[in-house]
């Protein structure tokens, strides 16, 4: 891996590279091995809206697709072939990165259908179906921290799959995603799982919520509102770190860790800049911290490569002006409970919309194969 970079600074510093994309071509074409040689990547993350753009593109997907029309497949096993069997591959290209960080990396993540964020039943059912399917340590499962998500997040870590909590914009459901993680491993260690073999981040989406909070400082328009904007989502994210260390040191987490369990590291999501007067690589450097995960599309991995400012960690000592800002934020008039509840709604609405979109691609490429 590269050494001298920005990206092995950000490594070293504590940060995980994932990359925030996958297809079929990125594997074949060796683009996904380039990353992991010459950009420090340790993992890979997928969701609706990637595998709908993959699929779209149709570039090495031809021929299972020809194959399992022939074999009379409807499109939701069409689409779990190929979505899986990317995921699987992928799993097998970061294997060594696995095997040498002993589990701490080389991940790949694939999400259970959207269809499902507020079923908790089915949730279950589709995580274990996926996790028996891509049959890889190194896979994780996506599961929607949804009020009907956090049990089956529990049910899922106490059954021994490993999962990436999505979809995470408010620190009380954060909250709340740390006890259902924490109340599965207790039900593995129950069960007599070996806790070390389980592990889980928890996504924190970032500049979603700029995007929303700044639309809303735009329409209040005071001098106070304007000076706040592209601050609501580090804010936030840092804040979220501050509950995960604290959380991590109490006695009932000490407890599983001292059995072979692993914190569930905070995974920083959406962290490609919506903003173009904010610096393109704001959510990475901003956001390093021991024992975190930073999840970026391809533009922001090559402009953190390019010019990214890397000066070790820039939230813990930080929280004082977070939590600051997020207190002004309330003083201008922008409701923190009302922002996360519009961005979690919208956020499941999305990948459901990308899951059809994927679905009418697969459809279509199934007919035209028949």
Same mark, same amino acid.
């Given at each position: 891996?590269?050494?001298?970079?920005?990206?092995?600074?950000?490594?070293?510093?504590?940060?995980?590279?994932?990359?925030?994309?996958?297809?079929?071509?990125?594997?074949?074409?060796?683009?996904?091995?380039?990353?992991?040689?010459?950009?420090?990547?340790?993992?890979?993350?997928?969701?609706?809206?990637?595998?709908?753009?993959?699929?779209?593109?149709?570039?090495?997907?031809?021929?299972?697709?020809?194959?399992?029309?022939?074999?009379?497949?409807?499109?939701?096993?069409?689409?779990?072939?190929?979505?899986?069997?990317?995921?699987?591959?992928?799993?097998?290209?970061?294997?060594?990165?696995?095997?040498?960080?002993?589990?701490?990396?080389?991940?790949?993540?694939?999400?259970?259908?959207?269809?499902?964020?507020?079923?908790?039943?089915?949730?279950?059912?589709?995580?274990?179906?996926?996790?028996?399917?891509?049959?890889?340590?190194?896979?994780?499962?996506? #599961?929607?921290?949804?009020?009907?998500?956090?049990?089956?997040?529990?049910?899922? #870590?106490?059954?021994?799959?490993?999962?990436?909590?999505?979809?995470?914009?408010?620190?009380?459901?954060?909250?709340?995603? #740390?006890?259902?993680?924490?109340?599965?491993?207790?039900?593995?260690?129950?069960?007599?799982?070996?806790?070390?073999?389980?592990?889980?981040?928890?996504?924190?989406?970032?500049?979603?919520?700029?995007?929303?909070?700044?639309?809303?400082?735009?329409?209040?328009?005071?001098?106070?509102?304007?000076?706040?904007?592209?601050?609501?989502?580090?804010?936030?994210?840092?804040?979220?770190?501050?509950?995960?260390?604290?959380?991590?040191?109490?006695?009932?987490?000490?407890?599983?860790?001292?059995?072979?369990?692993?914190?569930?590291?905070?995974?920083?999501?959406?962290?490609?800049?919506?903003?173009?007067?904010?610096?393109?690589?704001?959510?990475?450097?901003?956001?390093?911290?021991?024992?975190?995960?930073?999840?970026?599309?391809?533009?922001?991995?090559?402009?953190?490569?390019?010019?990214?400012? #890397?000066?070790?960690?820039?939230?813990?000592?930080?929280?004082?002006?977070?939590?600051?800002?997020?207190?002004?934020?309330?003083?201008?008039?922008?409701?923190?409970?009302?922002?996360?509840?519009?961005?979690?709604?919208?956020?499941?609405?999305?990948?459901?919309?990308?899951?059809?979109?994927?679905?009418?691609?697969?459809?279509?490429?199934?007919?035209?194969?028949?």
């Amino acid at each position: 891996m590269t050494t001298t970079s920005p990206t092995a600074a950000l490594s070293s510093a504590g940060v995980s590279i994932w990359l925030d994309d996958l297809s079929r071509e990125r594997i074949t074409s060796g683009g996904l091995e380039r990353l992991i040689a010459e950009r420090n990547v340790v993992g890979v993350t997928t969701n609706p809206t990637i595998f709908a753009g993959a699929l779209a593109k149709g570039e090495g997907y031809t021929e299972q697709l020809h194959e399992l029309a022939g074999q009379g497949a409807d499109v939701e096993a069409a689409v779990f072939e190929t979505t899986t069997a990317d995921v699987r591959d992928a799993a097998d290209l970061f294997r060594p990165v696995y095997d040498t960080t002993d589990g701490y990396d080389g991940r790949v993540s694939i999400e259970v259908s959207p269809d499902l964020a507020n079923d908790t039943d089915a949730t279950i059912a589709e995580a274990h179906r996926l996790w028996d399917k891509v049959d890889r340590p190194n896979v994780m499962i996506k #599961i929607p921290a949804t009020l009907e998500g956090l049990p089956a997040i529990t049910a899922a #870590i106490g059954a021994g799959i490993s999962v990436n909590v999505t979809l995470i914009f408010s620190l009380d459901r954060y909250r709340q995603v #740390i006890d259902a993680y924490l109340t599965g491993l207790e039900q593995a260690k129950a069960a007599g799982l070996d806790l070390s073999s389980i592990h889980s981040v928890a996504s924190f989406f970032v500049s979603r919520v700029d995007t929303e909070v700044d639309r809303r400082l735009s329409e209040i328009g005071t001098d106070e509102a304007l000076a706040l904007k592209g601050k609501a989502g580090v804010a936030n994210a840092r804040l979220a770190y501050e509950l995960y260390v604290a959380h991590f040191a109490s006695e009932r987490a000490t407890a599983l860790l001292d059995d072979g369990g692993h914190r569930q590291r905070p995974l920083w999501a959406s962290t490609g800049v919506k903003d173009p007067s904010l610096p393109d690589t704001l959510y990475v450097t901003e956001l390093v911290a021991p024992g975190v995960v930073n999840t970026m599309p391809e533009k922001t991995l090559e402009a953190t490569f390019d010019h990214g400012v #890397i000066e070790g960690d820039t939230v813990t000592g930080a929280y004082a002006d977070a939590g600051a800002v997020l207190d002004a934020l309330a003083r201008a008039g922008v409701d923190y409970d009302d922002v996360t509840g519009v961005l979690e709604r919208e956020g499941v609405e999305k990948f459901i919309v990308s899951w059809h979109e994927l679905l009418d691609t697969v459809r279509g490429a199934l007919e035209a194969a028949r």
